[in-house]
């Protein structure tokens, strides 16, 4: 970061920071679900639900990270893309075609080892947000806007400091329930969850409770599901020598370790659904075997495929076969 100098329009008035983690989790996980082969307006696309024929030709409605970010505006996730880029968080193709791509920056943002803060324009607008809360979410949010104005009095500091209308906003439609939840509304960082956390999910809880409310965290349910989908640091390792073209043994050999972990890795990097080439690994006709074969006894162990293949084939194209069968197959 440059040093403040002090005299110019950005160092005397600076825009506020805001952690957005949280969003660009999402945004990075769509990029990582749709396989890095879109621009930045697909994946705002994506996550903002459109319905549009690209989307709907490439079954992008059907990924887990379709439509959950319609709480945010296109701009707001145009503005987050371009800060990702800028900080070195995300990397963007320049060969005639802007292609997101993931690096090991990306990686580290989704598993939750890096933050993301990014400068927010003061002029950003709430009205929208504030009139599209149904009856019983506006009720809730006027209580924590009473509770934030108690605290705010407390600590002699004006409310939105504490939070802004906008974290507000989304307590009272997602209604978080647990400290995790409450973590994943944006604009609530580690230091805030820390201070307010345990009063605002009271407040919360206490509101659902008189009022009959379940939580509404599914998209942070979601988004954890995403987030389950992320490699370790020695599967990307391995995934990267995979995309290079080597095999399973020279990965091996490479990287020090036995076929069978690199196997191992492979088979976890398909069921995360992540760019393995199966039919580098497998030819297709053992492929065809072994899914009739798993669809026969099913996929729990791999001695019962193996005994029922009468032992045809090994037990490394078994795991990555039945990989790729179950990825096939995951409720998105």
């Known amino acids: 970061m440059p040093e403040n100098c002090g005299n110019c329009d950005n160092c005397k008035y600076p825009k506020p920071i805001e952690d957005w983690t949280i969003e660009a989790m999402k945004f990075l996980s769509c990029v990582a679900r749709t396989k890095e082969r879109f621009g930045m307006n697909h994946i705002i696309d994506v996550l903002r639900g459109s319905k549009n024929q690209r989307i709907l030709e490439k079954k992008h409605d059907q990924l887990s990270t379709y439509a959950i970010g319609k709480d945010r505006s296109a701009d707001e996730w145009k503005h987050l893309a371009k800060s990702l880029l800028h900080q070195g968080l995300m990397d963007e193709t320049t060969d005639g075609y802007s292609v997101l791509k993931l690096n090991q920056n990306s990686w580290d943002v989704m598993g939750r080892r890096k933050k993301v803060e990014i400068?927010?324009?003061?002029?950003?607008?709430?009205?929208?947000?504030?009139?599209?809360?149904a009856a019983d979410e506006q009720r809730l949010f006027e209580e924590l806007r009473a509770l934030r104005k108690r605290i705010a009095d407390e600590e002699n500091v004006p409310p939105y400091v504490v939070f802004p209308d906008t974290t507000l906003q989304q307590m009272a439609q997602k209604r978080p329930q647990t400290l995790d939840e409450f973590m994943n509304i944006?604009?609530?960082?580690?230091?805030?969850?820390?201070?307010?956390?345990k009063k605002f999910i009271?407040?919360?809880?206490?509101?659902?409770?008189?009022?009959?409310?379940?939580?509404?965290?599914?998209?942070?349910?979601?988004?954890?599901?995403v987030v389950d989908n992320v490699p370790s640091f020695t599967q990307i390792e391995t995934?990267?020598?995979?995309?290079?073209?080597?095999?399973?043994d020279a990965i091996a050999n490479q990287r020090g370790i036995s076929s069978g972990t690199v196997t191992g890795h492979l088979a976890e990097l398909i069921e995360k659904e992540q760019p393995v080439d199966i039919d580098k690994l497998v030819t297709p006709e053992h492929q065809e075997k072994i899914i009739a074969a798993i669809e026969e006894v099913g996929d729990g162990a791999l001695k019962p495929i193996y005994e029922y293949l009468q032992e045809r084939y090994s037990y490394n194209e078994i795991k990555l076969v039945r990989a790729y069968w179950r990825s096939d197959r995951l409720d998105f």
């Open 186 to 197: 944006s604009g609530v960082g580690s230091r805030k969850q820390d201070k307010y956390g």
């Open 119 to 133: 400068a927010i324009e003061k002029k950003r607008k709430i009205e929208k947000t504030t009139t599209s809360l």
């Open 202 to 225: 009271e407040a919360i809880r206490n509101y659902c409770a008189e009022n009959g409310l379940p939580s509404n965290s599914e998209p942070i349910r979601e988004l954890a599901k």
């Open 239 to 248: 995934l990267e020598l995979h995309k290079q073209g080597l095999s399973i």
